[in-house]
């Protein structure tokens, strides 16, 4: 089992930044991806950033360029760098990790809010 817990997000301005940020414990050797997903409401979870093992990444067009995946030096942390956020960042952001075996794993959420 793969425990994920996140923290970071907030209110924030439109222009500002947050950092989220999710800490994976449990059976981390397994974990071969990170990354963070979004649910605004009335719309369907969508992938916002992913980093394999590999440290190979992938955004959405929509934040490419604003948003930053990287891992801390243990590799069991995963972190999210959301600069020049927009009133259409609002979501509820997810922390993801997919074991080797498949199985997804998902913390609780964490709201990020900006604000026009």
């Known amino acids: 089992q793969v425990q994920l817990v996140e923290s970071g997000g907030g209110l924030v301005q439109a222009g500002g930044s947050l950092r989220l940020s999710c800490a994976a414990s449990?059976?981390?050797?397994?974990?071969?991806?990170m990354g963070w997903y979004r649910q605004a409401p009335g719309n369907e979870r969508e992938l916002v950033a992913r980093?394999?093992?590999?440290?190979?990444?992938t955004y959405s067009d929509s934040v490419k360029g604003r948003f930053t995946i990287s891992r801390g030096n243990a590799k069991n942390t995963v972190y999210l760098q959301m600069n020049s956020l927009k009133p259409e960042d609002t979501a509820v952001y997810y922390c993801?990790?997919?074991?080797?075996?498949?199985?997804?794993?998902w913390g609780q959420g964490t709201q990020v809010t900006v604000s026009s």
């Open positions: 980093i394999t093992s590999g440290g190979s990444t």
């Open positions: 993801h990790a997919q074991r080797t075996s498949g199985y997804d794993h």
């Open positions: 449990g059976s981390i050797f397994s974990i071969n991806a």
